[in-house]
């Protein structure tokens, strides 16, 4: 039973360039979520996706940075022309979807994305 | 508002136990995590504690919950060097219909022989 996986590892992108962050939650869940997690502090929450639908993107930029959760395939996060201040991990976590809020987030591994 | 505090760092020592000491701030929180962080990886969910319940026990591991006073602690019984990693307190916040988690900054965790 796999848990959340996310790919790549690692990215490497120049000033400008697009960056794509990839999930793929835990079998038998439905909702993702991802964080961002700067050098030496916690994780902020960015967005809840459920499938085809973001539920909450309360932590999102509001340019540059965006995700969805189509039908079939991976989450996907995307920031467009990123600058050197969006070098960080990018985690993913994936929950399932069952009757009560709040239900415990599985993480994945993350993406550590570096701007040159 | 919705805020999660923990101190930076704690060194004990090999064989000791950790208390690991959290505070957080929105009362409508449901369950409320431990997270384990080591370098270089991912989150690995230790334990989790419903926002009723006060104490959780699970091998080393035991949780308390001060409801009143929004205080969440981990103790780690024997202390090994594997236990040398980042921890992670957060409390989940549910809204009308989303679910967020909210981290502390994370207790850095080292071990003395």
């Known amino acids: 039973n796999a ?6 590892r690692h990215l490497v992108r120049r000033r400008g360039q697009e960056a794509r962050l990839r999930c793929s939650p835990m079998k038998g869940h439905s909702h993702v979520y991802w964080y ?3 050098p030496e ?3 902020k929450f960015m967005v809840y996706l459920q499938k085809e639908n ?3 993107e309360s932590g999102m930029p509001k340019e540059r940075f965006s995700a969805e959760f189509p039908k079939e ?5 995307r920031i467009q022309q990123v600058v050197r201040g969006d070098s960080a991990a990018y985690f993913c976590a994936s929950s399932p979807e069952v009757e009560g809020l709040g239900q415990p987030q599985h993480f994945g591994d993350g993406t550590r994305l570096s701007i040159l | 508002g919705e805020d999660v505090e923990q101190s930076l760092f ?3 020592r090999e064989g000791d136990s950790s208390v690991i000491n959290c505070t957080y701030t929105d009362s409508s929180s449901t369950y409320l995590y431990w997270y384990k962080q080591e370098p270089g990886a991912g989150l ?3 334990t989790y504690i419903f926002s009723n319940m006060d104490m959780k026990q699970d091998q080393r591991l035991t949780v308390l919950l001060n409801k009143k006073d929004k205080h969440l602690s981990l103790r780690i019984a024997d202390t090994q060097t594997g236990d040398s990693a980042i921890y992670f307190c957060a409390e989940s916040i549910v809204g009308s219909s989303a679910s967020k988690i909210i981290f502390g900054s994370g207790t850095r965790l080292s071990i003395r022989p």
């Open chain 1, 54 to 56: 973001i539920i909450d």
């Open chain 2, 10 to 12: 704690l060194s004990v």
């Open chain 1, 73 to 77: 395939g991976p989450s996907i996060l």
């Open chain 1, 41 to 43: 502090e916690g994780l």
């Open chain 1, 3 to 8: 848990g959340v996986m996310q790919n790549p």
């Open chain 1, 36 to 38: 961002r997690q700067l």
């Open chain 2, 44 to 46: 690995q969910l230790l």
